[in-house]
């Protein structure tokens, strides 16, 4: 059966840098888009990077326009990973996050669907 499990976050300052892993498995992995969610207290959950199943991350929406620039989604096949670095965090980054499979037809996977325990990431000074 599936299993997601992130890793990787903590407590940092702003400008700091995380790097988040996500290891799958009971999935075909290679087969599947891949997506870092995020959910911060009192908001939705909502996509954060997106990145094809053959590695692309070079679409306009492969990325929240909220962490364009600072963000970079990563995946190696071999290991059935997905990774995301961060970079020049700030305190609006706080949340949970989650890796999932990507969106389909412009959906993430529903509140009832199979999720991980996330992993926190907290900035703060």
């Known amino acids: 059966q599936v299993q997601l499990v992130e890793s990787g976050g903590g407590l940092v300052q702003p400008g700091g840098s995380l790097r988040l892993s996500c290891a799958a498995s009971?999935?075909?992995?290679?087969?599947?888009?891949m997506g870092w969610y995020r959910q911060a207290p009192g908001k939705q959950r909502e996509l954060v990077a997106v990145i094809t199943r053959g590695g692309s991350t070079n679409y306009a929406d492969s990325y929240a326009d909220s962490v364009k620039g600072r963000f970079t989604i990563s995946r190696d096949n071999a290991k059935n990973t997905v990774d995301l670095q961060m970079n020049s965090l700030k305190p609006e980054d706080t949340a949970v996050y989650y890796c999932?499979?990507?969106?389909?037809?412009?959906?993430?996977?529903?509140?009832?669907?199979?999720w991980g325990q996330g992993t926190q990431v907290t900035v703060s000074s």
């Open positions: 009971g999935i075909a992995f290679s087969l599947y888009d």
């Open positions: 999932n499979q990507g969106p389909i037809a412009g959906r993430m996977p529903g509140q009832n669907d199979y």
